[in-house]
């Protein structure tokens, strides 16, 4: 019997061009044991979703820095439901305004990072988390 | 079983928690296999094998492009490491094939390989049969970047493209062993580089040194995936080499060895997973293995007494 692994899909909606964060965040999710799906820049909502399905992963964490994130994020909340993932974890991270926190969290998504938090409380978060049986 | 059936008819969300179950060995998966297998048998299964970096992903989003342009559905399977030490992965696979992904024709699977050292992960036979029997014509399996010796692509696919790049080695590394036997399509993309031509010469030197004689004509093709260039003409070949199978019988023969070897496997796989758990749980296998250990007993004896009474 193999170890039920936890799948993440790590994606950047909007058109801006900076993965260092998502990559960082990739790379400490892998070395935590999860498997880390990496989609690639300037992503449509509509892309990450199916994606999302495609792949049968436990947590979508979107990076954002362009600061479109109030309408990305639940953009994407939003198909994940319309197409039956409405158990999947949502978190997102980047330049995103502590005053932007409480509308996103009401639209869907679990948890937001903003720069400076460690890797380890994002992958704590997601472990204490995931909403799927992951035993 | 409810969700087969919704695989069958298209919904992705379907087939992809089918995969799920397979790759985490749920025992689900085996019922939905056995109501799966009756529907396999009518995709054109590809493998795409070769090194990292030599543009596996990039080639295959542009085959897939090309074979949807024919009205052709198609799955993809893309198989990256597993890290051994901590078990995680980063599947990139689907860097490179963004655009394919709105695509209802088409579906992606990224797989970790888990642990294992073939090129492809345990599961991707599995997924490629649910693939199957959900009625993707072609489906692509994109293995790990592989060396020399990962060629357990051939136990799956009917046609295996190995792809190549200029500027890896010398002609030596063209004879050995390895990868470069199990290719009935050779690529040797980027082939905007130097060096391109001499590849192509050194795989056809190779090719002429195969004493096996085939009606099949092992072609070697120089793509440059990003601009599409050669890609029609692979897709081109990928049909042929199917109308070859077909024709020649080969088709049915590999099949029928595939389903050996799969049988074969599986029964080691259980069997093994028996004995050791049987193993594991018991007392006197300690106490076999410290009269081993005090040199009372030697391990080969042992071995044979465990098999005597598991098998009897």
Redesign the interface.
């Known amino acids: 019997?193999?170890?039920?692994?936890i799948?993440v899909l790590v994606a950047k909606p909007g058109l801006d061009g900076h993965d260092r964060g998502a990559k960082v965040i990739?790379?400490a999710?892998?070395?935590?044991?999860?498997?880390?799906?990496?989609?690639?820049l300037r992503?449509t909502p509509?892309?990450i979703a199916?994606?999302a399905?495609?792949?049968?992963v436990d947590v979508v964490a979107l990076s954002l820095l362009s600061g479109a994130h109030n309408h990305l994020f639940p953009k994407v909340v939003q198909l994940l439901k319309e197409?039956?993932?409405d158990d999947v974890l949502v978190v997102g991270g980047g330049v995103i305004p502590d005053s932007d926190i409480p509308f996103l969290k009401e639209n869907g998504v679990s948890e937001i990072f903003t720069p400076g938090t460690p890797t380890s409380t994002v992958i704590e978060f997601i472990k204490n988390n995931v909403k799927k049986a992951v035993s | 079983m409810e969700l087969t059936e919704r695989a069958r008819l298209g919904d992705?969300?379907a087939?992809?928690?089918l995969?799920?179950l397979a790759?985490?060995?749920e025992p689900e998966a085996g019922e939905a296999l056995k109501l799966m297998y009756p529907h396999t048998g009518k995709a054109h299964l590809v493998g795409i094998t070769g090194p990292p970096g030599s543009g596996k992903s990039t080639l295959v989003d542009k085959l897939a492009k090309e074979l949807r342009k024919r009205q052709k559905t198609v799955g993809i399977l893309a198989v990256d490491p597993?890290?051994p030490f901590?078990?995680?992965?980063?599947?990139?696979d689907?860097?490179r094939m963004?655009d394919l992904?709105?695509d209802p024709g088409v579906?992606?699977?990224?797989m970790?390989t888990?642990?294992r050292l073939g090129g492809l992960a345990?599961a991707t036979h599995f997924a490629a049969k649910i693939l199957d029997a959900c009625g993707f014509d072609y489906i692509f399996i994109e293995t790990v970047g592989v060396g020399q010796s990962e060629v357990d692509i051939v136990k799956t696919a009917d046609t295996t493209i190995v792809v190549t790049v200029p500027g890896l080695g010398d002609d030596i590394q063209a004879i050995k062993a390895g990868i470069l036997e199990i290719g009935d399509i050779f690529v040797v993309n980027k082939a905007d580089r130097d060096g391109a031509n001499r590849v192509v010469i050194e795989l056809e030197m190779m090719l002429e040194l195969n004493p096996q004689k085939s009606q099949w004509d092992f072609p070697i093709l120089m793509t440059v995936a990003p601009q599409n260039k050669g890609i029609a003409e692979t897709v081109d070949r990928i049909l042929k080499h199917y109308d070859y199978l077909l024709a020649s019988g080969d088709l049915f023969r590999r099949r029928r060895d595939r389903i050996r070897t799969e049988i074969v496997d599986l029964v080691t796989q259980q069997l093994l997973a028996r004995i050791v758990q049987k193993l594991e749980g018991e007392e006197r296998f300690e106490t076999e293995l410290d009269r081993v250990f005090n040199k009372e007993n030697d391990p080969y004896t042992l071995v044979q007494t465990i098999l005597e009474e598991t098998l009897r």
């Open positions: 019997m193999t170890e039920r692994r799948r990739a790379r999710l892998r070395d935590a044991g999860m498997e880390v799906i990496y989609t690639g992503q509509e892309q199916t994606a399905v495609q792949e049968d197409k039956g993932m | 992705q969300r087939i992809a928690r995969i799920s790759e985490n060995e597993t890290s901590t078990g995680g992965a980063i599947l990139g689907r860097v963004s992904n709105l579906y992606i699977r990224s970790g888990r642990g345990k």
